[in-house]
C-alpha cells in the first residue's frame, strides 16, 4: 500500500504594525511562539507609520535575529509613501519588496511564488484624489496586472499566494463600517481569484474586521491585520501526493 508523502509550508503573515504603535504587540506576539520556526515570513503593508522608514529596524531586527535565513516579503501600504518605497528597498535590502512584482523561491522542494501588490480602491480617498493623478486608473491597471502576471505564475508555481495591503472582498471587512468598504478594498481582485486560482490571499489594511478569515471560489483569504487579529497569523500550507492542489489552513 503507497502512503502518501505530505510536505508543509508554515508561513507568518502579518500587517498593519504601524511601528512604533503595535510594535508591542507584535513581539510579545512573536516571543509567545516557543520553538516556532516559519519557512517564509509576510507583511501585508503598513509595517511602518506615516512613513517613518527608521521605525522597520527594531522589527526586521527581531526577525532577523529570531528566524535567521528565513525570507521575508513584503508589498508596501498606504504608509509605506510612495515616495519612500526606494529608500526601504535600500536601506532594508534583506526585505524582498514587491510592488506589482513577484519573488519565486523553494521551501522543501515545493516551488513558491508570492505576487505582491499595494492592491486597489474602490473609491479613492479625499487626500489620493488630491494628491496621486490618474488614481482610478492605476487601481483598475493593477487589477489587469494581478490577473495577468498571476495566470501566467500558475502554470509554473506549486504553491501561488497573492499578498497585498488592500482588501480584495468584502468578506473580511465585516465589522467595519459598511460605508467604508469602498475604501478598503476593490472587488475586482474577486474575479481575479476566481479566475487564476491563487492558493491563498492575504491582505491587511482592515483594522477593525471581525471576520479575519473567507473563501473566494473556494480560496482561502486571510485578513492579517494586528490590529483586528490581535496577533500575528500563522498558515500552514499541506501537499500530499494525492492531491493537487495544496490546502492551507490557520494554526493557533
Known amino acids: 500500500m503507497l502512503v502518501a508523502m ?9 500587517s498593519d504594525v504601524h511601528s512604533p504603535r503595535y510594535l508591542p504587540l507584535f513581539i ?6 516557543l520553538n516556532y520556526k516559519p519557512d517564509l515570513v509576510l507583511f501585508g503593508g503598513d509595517m511602518i507609520d506615516k512613513g517613518d522608514v527608521g521605525s522597520l529596524k527594531p522589527i526586521v531586527d527581531f526577525l532577523s535575529s529570531r528566524f535567521p535565513r528565513t525570507p521575508i516579503i513584503s508589498v508596501f501600504g498606504n504608509e509605506e509613501y510612495i515616495e519612500k518605497a526606494k529608500i526601504l528597498r535600500d536601506v532594508y535590502n534583506s526585505v524582498n519588496w514587491l510592488d506589482d512584482e513577484y519573488w519565486e523561491g523553494e521551501i522543501a522542494g515545493i516551488k513558491i511564488c508570492v505576487y505582491g501588490t499595494r492592491g486597489s480602491l474602490e473609491k479613492p480617498t479625499t487626500w489620493q484624489k488630491r494628491n496621486l493623478p490618474n488614481i482610478e486608473e492605476v487601481f483598475e491597471k493593477r ?3 494581478a490577473r495577468e502576471n498571476m495566470a501566467r505564475l500558475r502554470t509554473t508555481c506549486n504553491v501561488l499566494i497573492l499578498l497585498m495591503h488592500y482588501a480584495p472582498t468584502t468578506k473580511t471587512l465585516k465589522g467595519e463600517p459598511i460605508s467604508t ?3 478598503l478594498c476593490h472587488r475586482g481582485f474577486e474575479r481575479v481569484i476566481s479566475e487564476v486560482k491563487p492558493d491563498l490571499v492575504i491582505h491587511g489594511h482592515a483594522h477593525a474586521s471581525t471576520i479575519h478569515t473567507a473563501e473566494i471560489s473556494g480560496v482561502p483569504v486571510y485578513n492579517v491585520a494586528i490590529p483586528a487579529v490581535k496577533d500575528v ?3 500552514r500550507v499541506s501537499i500530499d501526493d494525492n492531491s493537487s492542489k495544496p490546502r492551507s489552513s490557520k494554526v493557533g
Open 143 to 145: 487589477v489587469a496586472m
Open 28 to 33: 510579545s506576539s512573536l516571543k509567545s511562539l
Open 6 to 14: 505530505v510536505a508543509y509550508i508554515e508561513i507568518m503573515a502579518v
Open 181 to 183: 468598504y469602498p475604501y
Open 233 to 235: 497569523t500563522r498558515i
